[in-house]
């Protein structure tokens, strides 16, 4: 049992790691990008505040999970950014072998329990998926937007792209997703995405 707990320990200094992943959206009230630690805590902490509007029921406590793990990975894999399509070209693979890595870290159950959090993000199947692809689709899109598209200005984004990548929002919330193409329309017309 103690051998089982120093895994346990070895794993969750392990996770700290992803505090060092950082992503191409920039927080509020400092002059960086923010990392995946509080992405991850952000998507997480929208799921209670937006679950009303999610298209199907979901529970609420394993969308929270799915959101903390979905990005765990990235410790070894990076991040990729989502409008650099060469980036993502390898992006499965690289995630696959990284999430072998990370958590064989733990034992049975966990190992399983944690794992599976993950690949039901990547699969996007269930209701839970749906919506915390849902969250991590909107809130870069909410910080761009309060950072006068400073992401999206930087890295000459169209459009097209953004709505592309909001198009995904539709699977958890019909209505969260009109919300976004609103959004992002507003961006375009403010000069911050690139009219196609």
């Not at 998926?129 to 969250?135: G, N, R």
């Not at 709505?163 to 403010?190: P, V």
């Amino acid at each position: 049992m103690e051998d089982n707990l120093e895994k346990i320990f070895a794993f969750i200094v392990e996770l700290d790691k992803v505090k060092t992943v950082y992503r191409q959206t920039y927080i509020l009230g400092e002059d960086r990008a923010e990392n995946d630690a509080e992405h991850s805590w952000h998507i997480a902490m929208m799921v209670p505040l937006l679950s009303r509007y999610s298209n199907e029921p979901i529970d609420e406590g394993r969308t929270v999970k799915i959101c903390l793990a979905h990005d765990l990975v990235e410790i070894y894999a990076g991040d990729t950014y989502c409008y650099d399509p060469k980036a993502g070209e390898d992006k499965e693979k690289r995630e696959k072998a990284a999430a072998e890595k990370l958590f064989s870290l733990l034992e049975e159950p966990l190992k399983s329990e944690i794992y599976s959090l993950w690949t039901e993000f990547e699969g996007g199947k269930t209701p839970e998926a749906k919506f915390a692809a849902a969250m991590d689709r909107l809130q870069p899109l909410l910080l761009n937007l309060e950072r006068n598209g400073r992401s999206w200005i930087q890295h000459g984004v169209h459009f097209s792209q953004a709505e592309k990548r909001m198009s995904k929002i539709k699977d958890g919330s019909e209505i969260l997703h009109k919300a976004a193409i609103s959004k992002i329309t507003e961006a375009k017309n403010k000069g911050w995405l690139i009219s196609d």
